[in-house]
């Protein structure tokens, strides 16, 4: 039975991938540099796609030869391997692959993936095993069909991981079975918390699309960020598999670069942290702090907010949204609210303030009107 396994590619399997290919690149002057390069997986793709004689992008100011022996070969690309690995470890980039394979065809694309991003893998497997009787897709009454016609079906999973919470990005695989998600796949959801993950689904299917199960995925559980998933056929290779990785990785940081912050609101002498949400409205505010502080007069509303004048527009991202005692809401795209108590409708989250209560709020924004000033934290 397969656990939690750390995937890293011996050098010297690394090498033999590669070598039969023969290429090399003499390296120029301009590449060679004091060797503090950073890679990425988008390096390891060009230097991969070069040795395999595929078409790539210029590459002449670039610095693979990373054995200083005045070619790339393939110990370039073991060694730079190393270091995009290394490189997503000190940024916290610690990836889990778990995925439910019955034929073997999804567990194939989660191994290509783990080995790439050289992440943990665990394999769902279910308490009782599936049997090729009971997926037989013209038996209307076999256990799969049975189990996808009713929701609430949970199949049990045989030794579960005790937690998931050492990872920050988790892609979970499975076919598509009846156009969606095998039930064992909620039971998996169910069990663990994703409210701080970063999710990426992806499937394998002859024909059906990911579109459903992504729905069914984002509103069974609460989930942080769940990016688009991919549908992958039997016959993927690892170069498709990667390629899919490459983008995914760029969104991945492109979120962590762009996406959450933390803001200061100074009310008199108190100091509020509210940590703001990643979306274009909380964005636009953030450029707007990145000119300097706001200040804001805020008068009281309803008796469950503040409420105060932005001094231009924000774009707008509104949902129907159950206020809380510290959420920070955009309404009609040019008002700020701090809210103390609950209220229901639709309105644009931008983030909510740390570790306070309604009681807490209430003493420090007092009854009448208020001067509020909003600031970035640096280095957050």
């Not at 707008?316 to 949204?321: G, K, S, T, V």
Request: proline share 2%.
């Amino acid at each position: 039975m397969k656990r939690i396994v750390s995937v890293f590619a011996p050098v010297v399997l690394c090498a033999l991938t590669f070598v039969s290919c023969g290429m090399t690149y003499e390296s120029s002057e301009m590449a060679k540099t004091a060797g503090t390069v950073e890679y990425t997986t988008e390096d390891l793709n060009n230097l991969q796609d070069f040795i395999l004689n595929r078409e790539t992008t210029n590459l002449n100011d670039k610095d693979y030869d990373l054995n200083n022996d005045d070619i790339w070969d393939t110990f370039d690309v073991c060694l730079m391997r190393d270091k995009v690995s290394s490189n997503m470890q000190e940024n916290n980039l610690d990836i889990l692959v778990t995925y439910f394979s019955c034929t073997g065809t999804t567990e194939t694309i989660a191994e290509y993936m783990a080995d790439y991003l050289s992440a943990d893998i665990y394999e769902i497997v279910p308490e009782e095993a599936y049997t090729d009787e009971d997926i037989s897709y013209n038996n209307s009454s076999c256990r799969a069909n049975r189990e996808q016609n009713d929701k609430t079906v949970r199949p049990e999973i045989s030794d579960p991981i005790d937690s998931i919470e050492e990872y920050e990005i988790i892609y979970i695989g499975y076919p598509i079975w009846w156009g969606e998600e095998p039930r064992i796949i909620d039971t998996f959801l169910e069990r663990y918390d994703f409210s701080d993950k970063i999710v990426i689904p992806f499937c394998t299917s002859a024909s059906s699309g990911i579109s459903a199960s992504e729905k069914n995925i984002a509103n069974l559980v609460p989930i942080s960020k769940q990016l688009e998933g991919r549908r992958f056929s039997a016959s993927a290779t690892k170069e498709i598999v990667s390629e899919w990785l490459n983008e995914k990785q760029s969104e991945i940081q492109n979120i962590k670069s762009n996406g959450e912050y933390i803001m200061n609101i100074k009310v008199g002498n108190t100091v509020l942290t509210a940590k703001m949400c990643d979306n274009s409205s909380s964005k636009a505010l953030k450029e707007m702090l990145e000119e300097g502080a706001l200040t804001i007069d805020m008068h009281d509303y309803a008796n469950f907010e503040k409420v105060g004048t932005l001094a231009k527009a924000l774009p707008r991202n509104d949902e129907q949204i159950t206020t809380e005692a510290g959420d920070l809401i955009l309404y009609q795209g040019n008002s700020l609210t701090i809210y103390y108590d609950t209220n229901t409708w639709k309105f644009t989250r931008l983030g909510k303030i740390e570790n306070v209560t309604k009681q807490d709020l209430l003493k420090i924004l007092g009854d009448g009107d208020v001067t509020v000033t909003l600031s970035l934290v640096e280095n957050k």
